[in-house]
Structures are given as structure tokens and as C-alpha cells.
């Protein structure tokens, strides 16, 4: 079992930058990456960005440039970097972590933290 705690959200003006943080805690070792997905209110949960244990990133199209995502491995703890962020940059952000055990794979998500970016 893997728990992820997220923090770091809140209220910024468009234009504005905030930083989001997910510590994991459990069975660490066997996470594969981490990554942030966003949701809003009738909209499937999509995912922001992406990072593997060896580094490799991958983001959604519509933050590219914007956001940054990183890991703390001594922390066990991911963060993302959003910058110049939008209104429509609005939604419940979750923290995801993939684990791979005995050739099984495993999802786990954090609560959400909301970010909301006024006009």
C-alpha cells in the first residue's frame, strides 16, 4: 500500500505561480512514477504530468512550457511547478502514484487539493 498526502493549493490570480506537493509513504519501493492529474466538475480526470522513476517527464499539452514536474526520491515526494496559470487551469489536482509488485500493478491517489485561478 502506498498513502500520498498532497498539499499546497489555493486561490492565485491568473498570471500567478503555486507549487503543489505529494509526499508517499508505505510500500515506496515499489512506486514506478508519480504523476498529477487535474479534475473538474463533469469532466473526466486527466492527467497533467508525468515522471518516472528514471526521470523521464511527460506533460499534457496544455501546460506545456508552464508547468514543471519534479521528484525528491530522498523525500519520497513529487512536486509541480505551475507557473503563469490560467483560469482554466481550475480543477481539483490528485496525486498519483503507479507501483509495480510481484508483476502486478497498482494505482493509488491522494485526496485533491484544490487550485483555483481567478480572472
Known amino acids: 500500500q502506498v498513502r500520498l498526502v498532497e498539499s499546497g493549493g489555493g486561490l492565485v490570480q491568473a498570471g500567478g505561480s503555486l507549487r503543489l506537493s505529494c509526499a508517499a509513504s508505505?510500500?515506496?519501493?515499489?512506486?514506478?512514477?508519480m504523476g498529477w492529474h487535474r479534475q473538474t466538475p463533469g469532466k473526466q480526470r486527466e492527467l497533467v504530468a508525468d515522471?518516472?522513476?528514471?526521470?523521464?517527464?511527460t506533460y499534457t499539452d496544455s501546460v506545456k512550457g508552464r508547468f514543471t514536474i519534479s521528484r525528491d526520491n530522498t523525500k519520497n515526494t513529487v512536486y509541480l511547478e505551475m507557473s503563469s496559470l490560467k483560469p482554466e487551469d481550475t480543477a481539483v489536482y490528485y496525486c498519483?502514484?503507479?507501483?509495480?509488485?510481484?508483476?502486478?500493478?497498482?494505482?493509488?491517489w491522494g485526496q485533491g487539493t484544490q487550485v483555483t485561478v481567478s480572472s
Open positions: 498519483n502514484a503507479r507501483s509495480s509488485i510481484r508483476l502486478r500493478d497498482y494505482a493509488y
Open positions: 508505505g510500500s515506496t519501493f515499489s512506486i514506478t512514477a
Open positions: 515522471i518516472t522513476n528514471g526521470g523521464s517527464t
